[in-house]
């Protein structure tokens, strides 16, 4: 079974500070994802990431994908309330995502 | 404009009592998805439909089945809802050409 942790499960931190979100899996995926669910809410596709090595970025989000294709990483710049919510990486495979285990994150205005 | 559509979006039930929750999309996908996400976890897959092959996942519950009439709509049935059913369900879909999933706002229900 494929399982992607996510670190921090939990952060808490005040408007104004950078923030990184990881995601480690022992699998290699052909595409890894990140998503925003916000409360009561699906979750939001971010963006998708597919080669090792990649960068991508998203206003104040910068994303990572590992050199082997197994972990990735989400870097927020200067935090804003509106970040608040849970973020979820993804695996793609075989028209399947598998999740990550969720990093519930508040910023303090 | 919605493009994945979760109908009620809160369901209340009685523990035993059985519950249809609906999903229907506007984007003609072939693949459509329902998952269970519980409190402060991440969304588990139940199944998938590719057209109209269904794909169960091999921990999914018998008390769960689904339907899938058309292209556009997709029913979860739960049989007897437990009280380790109450949770919030959703609905995803993707085109076979890309790995894009698209949510509906998902379905949170509640077992009496």
């Known amino acids: 079974t494929q399982l992607l942790e996510q670190s921090p499960q939990f952060l808490s931190i005040q408007e104004g500070e950078n923030l990184t979100v990881y995601c480690n899996s022992s699998?290699?995926?052909?595409?890894l994802q990140w998503y925003r669910q916000e409360p009561g809410e699906g979750p939001v596709l971010l963006v998708t990431v597919v080669t090792g090595g990649e960068v991508k970025k998203l206003k104040r989000l910068t994303f990572q994908f590992g050199d082997a294709r197994k972990d990735s990483s989400l870097h927020i710049t200067a935090a804003q309330p509106g970040d608040t919510g849970l973020y979820l990486c993804a695996g793609v495979g075989n028209e399947k995502l598998t999740f990550g285990t969720g990093t519930r994150l508040t910023i303090i205005p | 404009d919605a493009m994945v559509i979760q109908n009620p979006r809160y369901q209340v039930t009685q523990f035993g009592k059985p519950v249809t929750l609906s999903c229907s999309q506007t984007?003609?996908?072939?693949?459509m998805y329902w998952y269970q996400q519980k409190s402060s976890q991440a969304p588990k897959l139940l199944f998938h439909?590719?057209?109209?092959?269904?794909?169960n996942e091999a921990d999914t519950p018998d008390n769960f089945q689904s339907r899938r009439p058309n292209t556009s709509f997709c029913f979860l049935d739960i049989r007897s809802p437990g009280l380790g059913d109450a949770a919030m369900y959703l609905c995803?879909?993707?085109?076979?050409?890309?790995?894009?999933?698209?949510f509906g706002p998902g379905t949170r229900l509640t077992v009496l």
């Open positions: 439909y590719y057209d109209k092959d269904f794909n």
């Open positions: 995803a879909t993707t085109s076979r050409a890309t790995d894009t999933q698209y």
């Open positions: 984007l003609n996908h072939n693949v």
């Open positions: 699998s290699v995926f052909s595409s």
